[in-house]
């Protein structure tokens, strides 16, 4: 390696900067003060109290209130600044009108964090959204973190600590649970208490002031004692921080979601409860889908998920094979799977076969595998293993019945060995009492989920194969197309801000195809007349037959006021139907709203009409919608919504979910559309949609999907009243690919690369890219020499190159070599948590070392990380790696030891100046 050439860092989780506080204040203070404090029996303050000094957890306690020298014989301190020790946590119970002061003063007093129990804030209306607004100013002057208010509290049950108002404390376990309703909390901790459930962490989030769902399921992915996490959701907040948390924490802990609200009855409850908006359902079901979070319908199931995830593994796909000894329940397992969009697996030949030579001469021949009600431990056992080799088969359900001649404990002995199958989860009902309660022990014991009937274990496969199917699109990091066929955004952005700034709330429609062309997105040719002759030479120039449609700035549903004439078939039909239109508009809608009409050719192929649009929400921004479209749109309600932007596999998700798509595919002797074309044009238009925030919402509908080619027949497009800027509206909830980081730059002999920012699709690059380095560059990066083959690995680099830009950045530097594309060197920033640091990591392929390529990675990586808000950038760096200490003491980095063999390097990137030239 060359002397000059910066090679690779270390990266490393030592060191946390300024920033957000750490959370780890709410579960492992060193002493906490109850303010609002009190002896009278039945209060909060006293049961807070109580609850703190009757569960030790290895801190001090301090009551403050100002009218008792001392609480419950603790002594008590009129107020904060009183307190002799610097406080941790405070936990507050007084009235809500007092606690901006109370937080004030406990900023004064350099406590860390707050518990704010109290209620009466946004809840109540404007006035508590007033002291919101007066306790997050005062509590940022401290950079204090705050949960709640209008909540129960937290605990740690693995610690002893109860800063809670509940009447007992939770067992220590390994769930975190989560909710944002204190009543709820105390139901679940009593029912946790009958089935012997434990937690790791119990919190009662409340309305999230300051605190929210992406701050607790970071703190609790970073908790080594937490292996799920489980949340009662009725708001969910900041958007974008929830999803880009759960989508990091998903992939190694389960996290099940029961979201209230799904009705708009229920939705306007739980937005008075938390004083939030509630936002669409149907959106918050594609936003958990695209972060990997499984939903759940019931209380129960967030439990039972939570054990059946942690027991078994992940289904491949929605195939289920039932063995029962008999019909009935067999049925109802069926009717549960069929509805809840799992299926039944069909058995192949070969396991047909095997199950004629295992079974008697009656048994059903197909799935479900009717065993018959003489089945023995034997036939159970035997009749499992075939369903398991059948490879259309992704999971197993076995039910028993205790009939007479069944023997539920013995058969639950002969499946222990059937527990663990590699990719394919084993579910059991074992129905009934006390019969059958011994062999339910065993299943358990052995790792087998049970339930008390089929239909709920089917419920529960088809929340397992939709869990396995949100976390695969975790993979799907959003990527928008550039290149050759990159979209005029200029001419796109002058065209909607041209109508906002004339104050219209929408395009004409032909404004709003031009729109559409500008992206790549084929319309029907379309042509403004604004007189009779103008229209007559417009449908000469398209040819016959044409339509006309009202031409207006201030009409977007045309049909309405007589705006639309079809199958024009001469010149003589056009004068006709422009002077119709005319007068039917004027008529309808009064003057000044007729401008002309728009010619467009009569469109004869035949095709499916399709729906596709997007809308924005309150609380995740524009949202995508695809369907089945038409004039009946409303009536058929086929559609499905998914989160901006997509790639061509969450755009082919997004088809599937809908009934229509079954037609696309092509039925009764019908050709199939061109399905790559239908999602390259979804892609598109969510690329739209991301890149022009002056849109408020767009239709295209119908879109004509046909086999030979699409074509967007109509579009209407609303835009944002002019005095909306960007600022003001929902960002989006999933960010882009960072475009303004790609640059092209020279190599110091001359070879031309372009730096850009990872993609998905750099899978295979990478992989070669490891091919290209030395044992010695391997070491400098991963301080060891780890082989190629874990390096290369398909889970470890999918996760390399997947990324969510929010939380982590890396740059490439692509070489086009007239064979093909190659990655040369990759620079990479992660953010982390809660601190406004990052670590750094760089690593240049052998062949291109010592031209400089390292240098300027790192340059721009201080500068992307200026860009995000960063101030310090940092990574540690093997003390023989004296090239790459030298290029970092050169571009301004501290360096300072960190033990033996390895020295800190960090920089400080707060201001434009401290960057390098």
Request: hydrophobic content about 45%; overall charge neutral.
């Amino acid at each position: 390696m060359s002397t000059t050439e910066p090679q690779a860092t270390h990266m490393s989780h030592d060191l946390v900067y300024s920033g957000a506080q750490s959370l780890d204040v709410f579960f492992s203070p060193r002493n906490v003060a109850v303010i609002g404090a009190s002896e009278k029996a039945g209060t909060v303050g006293r049961t807070l109290l109580w609850n703190l000094v009757s569960n030790p957890f290895g801190g001090t306690v301090f009551p403050v209130n100002p009218k008792h020298a001392s609480v419950l014989g603790i002594k008590a301190y009129p107020t904060i600044a009183d307190v002799p020790d610097r406080v941790d946590l405070a936990v507050i119970a007084t009235p809500a009108q007092g606690v901006p002061d109370v937080i004030a003063a406990c900023v004064e007093a350099g406590v860390k964090g707050a518990v704010i129990i109290s209620a009466g804030f946004k809840e109540i209306g404007p006035e508590g959204a007033e002291l919101e607004r007066k306790v997050v100013e005062n509590a940022r002057r401290g950079r204090m973190r705050i949960i709640g208010p209008n909540c129960l509290g937290v605990m740690n049950p693995l610690t002893g600590l109860n800063a809670t108002f509940a009447g007992a404390m939770a067992r220590p376990g390994s769930i975190g649970f989560i909710s944002q309703s204190g009543a709820l909390c105390t139901a679940v901790l009593d029912w946790s208490f009958q089935v012997n459930v434990g937690f790791s962490a119990f919190i009662s989030i409340g309305s999230m002031l300051d605190v929210g769902w992406g701050d607790l399921i970071d703190q609790l992915g970073d908790d080594p004692r937490t292996s799920s996490i489980i949340l009662y959701m009725e708001s969910i907040g900041d958007a974008r921080a929830f999803l880009s948390a759960a989508r990091e924490v998903a992939l190694a802990k389960p996290i099940i979601l029961l979201k209230a609200g799904r009705t708009q009855a229920a939705a306007k409850a739980a937005a008075s409860h938390t004083g939030s908006l509630a936002g669409s359902d149907e959106v918050l079901d594609a936003a958990f889908r695209r972060c990997g979070v499984l939903r759940v319908e019931r209380i129960a199931e967030l439990f039972s998920m939570a054990e059946v995830l942690a027991k078994q593994p992940r289904p491949r796909g929605p195939r289920l094979s039932i063995v029962t000894n008999a019909g009935g329940p067999g049925v109802l397992a069926t009717d549960a799977l069929i509805t809840g969009g799992g299926t039944l697996a069909p058995l192949a030949v070969e396991t047909v076969q095997a199950l004629d030579h295992i079974l008697p001469a009656h048994w059903s021949h197909g799935n479900p595998i009717d065993i018959l009600g003489d089945a023995g431990p034997d036939r159970f056992a035997k009749s499992l293993e075939a369903a398991a080799r059948d490879p259309n088969t992704d999971g197993l359900l076995v039910v028993l019945t205790p009939q007479a001649m069944t023997d539920p404990t013995q058969t639950a002995e002969q499946l222990k060995p059937y527990a663990k199958i590699e990719g394919k989860p084993v579910l059991a009902s074992w129905m009934g009492g006390a019969d059958v309660a011994a062999g339910e022990a065993i299943l358990q014991k052995a790792g087998v989920p049970t339930f008390p009937f089929p239909d709920t274990a089917a419920r529960a496969f088809n929340n397992m194969w939709r869990y396995s199917r949100n976390l695969a699109s975790l993979y799907e990091t959003p990527y928008l197309p550039a290149g050759g066929d990159a979209p005029d955004r200029a001419a796109a952005s002058a065209l909607v801000e041209h109508a906002r700034g004339a104050g219209r709330a929408f395009l004409t429609e032909a404004e709003s195809k031009r729109l559409l062309t500008l992206y790549g997105l084929p319309t029907v040719a379309t042509r403004v007349a604004t007189r009779e002759d103008e229209a007559v030479d417009a449908a000469r120039a398209l040819g016959f037959p044409v339509a006309l449609k009202l031409h207006s700035e201030t009409i977007t549903h045309k049909t309405d006021v007589g705006g639309v004439r079809l199958n024009l078939a001469g010149v003589d039909d056009v004068r006709a139907a422009y002077r119709a239109i005319e007068s039917s508009v004027r008529a309808r809608a009064g003057e000044g709203h007729f401008l002309g009409v728009t010619v467009q050719p009569m469109v004869t192929m035949e095709g499916y009409e399709l729906i596709v649009g997007s809308s924005l929400d309150p609380q995740f921004g524009p949202a995508l919608l695809f369907g089945a479209g038409g004039q009946l749109v409303e009536v058929f309600q086929d559609h499905t919504l998914a989160l901006p932007p997509l790639t061509t596999t969450l755009a082919r998700r997004m088809m599937e979910r809908t009934r229509i798509f079954t037609a696309l595919k092509g039925v009764r002797g019908r050709p199939p559309v061109d399905l790559g074309a239908l999602e390259q044009f979804l892609v598109r238009f969510s690329q739209l949609v991301v890149e022009q925030p002056g849109i408020k919402e767009i239709d295209i509908n119908p879109l004509l999907a046909a086999p030979e080619r699409l074509l967007a027949l109509d579009a209407r497009v609303v835009v944002h009243e002019r005095g909306v800027t960007e600022d003001k509206l929902p960002r989006l909830a999933i960010r882009p690919y960072p475009a303004q980081y790609v640059a092209p730059w020279t190599l110091k002999d001359g070879t031309s690369v372009l730096i850009r920012p990872i993609r998905p699709e750099d899978e295979p690059l990478i992989a070669r890219f490891h091919e290209t380095l030395s044992e010695r560059s391997v070491y400098l990066r991963y301080f060891n020499t780890s082989k190629l083959s874990f390096r290369t690995a398909h889970e470890r680099l999918r996760r390399v190159c997947f990324i969510d830009y929010d939380r982590e950045l890396a740059l490439v530097a692509e070489h086009e070599t007239a064979a093909s594309p190659e990655i040369i060197g990759v620079g990479r920033l992660r953010k982390i948590h809660r601190s406004d640091a990052a670590e750094f990591a760089m690593l240049i392929s052998d062949r291109y070392q010592g031209r400089g390529l390292g240098t300027e990675l790192m340059r721009r990586l201080l500068r992307v990380g200026h860009d995000e808000g960063l101030r310090h950038v940092t990574g540690d760096v093997l003390a023989e790696n004296r090239a790459m200490l030298d290029v970092c003491a050169k571009l301004g980095a501290v360096l300072s030891a960190a033990g033996s063999t390895e020295v800190r390097v960090d920089f400080d990137i707060t201001a434009d100046s401290s960057l390098p030239a």
